[in-house]
């Protein structure tokens, strides 16, 4: 089975009454920054009324390494992501795209390998006192499982700045209430069902370990500054555009510590576009900077993998 994106039409859009066509796809479009937000500012995103719609999955597999995660339930989402977003980003929202290239990246959708990754970080990679990076982290639920943790500091990447302080920044705050109560008698809901809840806002205090960007990669480095490297990197159905490889790679090569490890969740191919774990593995072991192996295929249907980079090691001479 192969998978396809939804992407977004080229004709007039049909949902919420917005007309005309969606801008042309192009990247670029957004300039890298850093986003601070006060704890007033996170609470006028989040709070309606007395709380806010949320949603609880249960991450990492079943079993008692199972960590329950709170994040903006759809509609919430949907709802702060078009609140104040530019206009291509609103109208690909409303049209209900899984992305457009260059306009919106897909954050306000969680796919189905983030599951996959978590699962495995769960199980086999140690994630205290690390720092780490979730690259391309939309809702940013693999940097919330790392900081769940003990990850001593945890960034947050996405391409739209929309999604940063519409979905990423309220979910990382959302992280604390609720998560360590045993499930109900009779195990509670199984892994990967959603259930609805209505709780106050909690204040965390985890903020202070995470910093968040948006942009494109090509300039990510530019407001990340370089000032020190990543032990841990996560990514998660970021390889569906072949065009983005060299941007990404470049990324990963000057952000990754020496004897880190990126850890990578992606469909083997993406119908439509092209990309996939095949294609990536070739362009990278062209340009002889990484290790790349796959550690893990999931194959119900449709053909999942985990694979890990390392930098390579220098020849002795």
């Not at 977004?8 to 801008?23: D, F, Q, R, S, V």
Request: hydrophobic share 40%.
């Amino acid at each position: 089975m192969e998978f396809k994106f939804n992407f977004a039409p080229a004709g007039p859009l049909e949902a919420g009454g917005a007309e005309g066509p969606l801008p042309e796809a192009g990247r670029g479009g957004e300039g890298p920054r850093e986003h601070r937000l006060p704890w007033g500012e996170m609470e006028r995103l989040l709070e309606e009324e007395e709380g806010v719609m949320v949603e609880e999955v249960e991450v990492g597999g079943p079993g008692p390494g199972t960590l329950r995660i709170r994040h903006l339930g759809a509609w919430a989402a949907e709802r702060a992501l078009s609140r104040g977003a530019e206009s291509g980003l609103s109208a690909a929202i409303a049209s209900h795209s899984d992305l457009v290239p260059g306009v919106y990246e897909g954050g306000l959708k969680i796919w189905e390998c983030t599951f996959d990754l978590a699962a495995y970080l769960s199980a086999t990679v140690p994630l205290a006192g690390r720092r780490v990076l979730d690259l391309g982290c939309g809702a940013g639920l693999l940097g919330i499982l790392a900081l769940r943790r003990g990850a001593a500091e945890v960034h947050f990447q996405d391409y739209n700045a929309a999604v940063i302080e519409g979905v990423t920044l309220p979910n990382v705050s959302l992280m604390e209430a609720g998560q360590d109560e045993p499930p109900p008698d009779g195990g509670g809901e199984p892994p990967g069902r959603w259930k609805q809840a209505r709780e106050p806002l909690p204040r965390t205090g985890m903020l202070s370990r995470c910093r968040f960007f948006s942009g494109d990669w090509s300039q990510f480095g530019k407001v990340h500054g370089g000032s020190f490297k990543y032990d841990v990197i996560l990514m998660s159905e970021t390889l569906y555009n072949p065009d983005c490889y060299g941007d990404l790679h470049g990324v990963l090569s000057s952000l990754l510590s020496q004897d880190g490890v990126v850890y990578l969740a992606t469909k083997a191919h993406y119908f439509g576009v092209g990309g996939g774990l095949h294609l990536f593995e070739s362009f990278v072991r062209q340009k002889e900077v990484f290790e790349i192996q796959t550690v893990k295929v999931i194959d119900d249907g449709l053909r999942r993998c985990i694979a890990t980079m390392s930098l390579r090691k220098a020849k002795p001479s």
